[in-house]
């Protein structure tokens, strides 16, 4: 990769980090404002249990937004370097719009790679403590027959399907 290559790399990075750091806040921000709302209220529960309760959904939820990060990340990264003139002087010298997109698609291919491929495992875990520990806090009793696999049957006139 060239010098100019990586100087793009590091300002889509720069860009990935700051929507990362924006959408995470707010995810956060509105799902402690849910549970507030769903277990603080038929439960006396502290902030910070609610918090705990919280980060612990986060990994999924922003796997879940990781496509729009994207998209806001290097929108904002393709500004800022807009607005300083140096896409302006990239295409003047020569430099192809390809070339200029090339390490987004670069790093967009390795995040969804690492990101199925860890914050996935990851974030259903943490939802599968989420979900016992808000049982627990809410005192629902959950049927052990849910974790059995459920069997449909469809019948027609000829035949019944399992």
Avoid: C, H
Avoid at 6 to 14: E, G, M, N, V
Avoid at 20 to 27: D, F, L, N, R, Y
């Amino acid at each position: 990769m060239s010098r100019l290559g990586r100087y793009l790399a590091i300002q889509i990075l720069f860009g990935l980090f700051v929507a990362a750091g924006v959408v995470s806040t707010i995810i956060i921000l509105v799902d402690f404002v849910e549970q507030s709302r769903t277990i603080g209220t038929r439960v006396d529960v502290s902030a910070f249990d609610l918090l705990g309760l919280t980060l612990m959904r986060a990994p999924l939820l922003i796997e879940e937004t990781l496509p729009f990060i994207f998209l806001f990340g290097v929108l904002f990264a393709l500004f800022r370097l807009n607005r300083r003139s140096e896409l302006i002087v990239m295409r003047a010298s020569g430099y192809s719009a390809w070339r200029i997109v090339t390490p987004a698609i670069v790093i967009a291919f390795l995040s969804g790679v690492l990101g199925a491929a860890l914050l996935n495992p990851v974030g259903s875990a943490l939802n599968a403590q989420f979900e016992a520990r808000r049982d627990a806090l809410t005192q629902v009793q959950t049927d052990v027959q849910q974790s059995q696999p459920v069997w449909l049957r469809e019948t027609t006139d000829r035949k019944s399907v399992v």
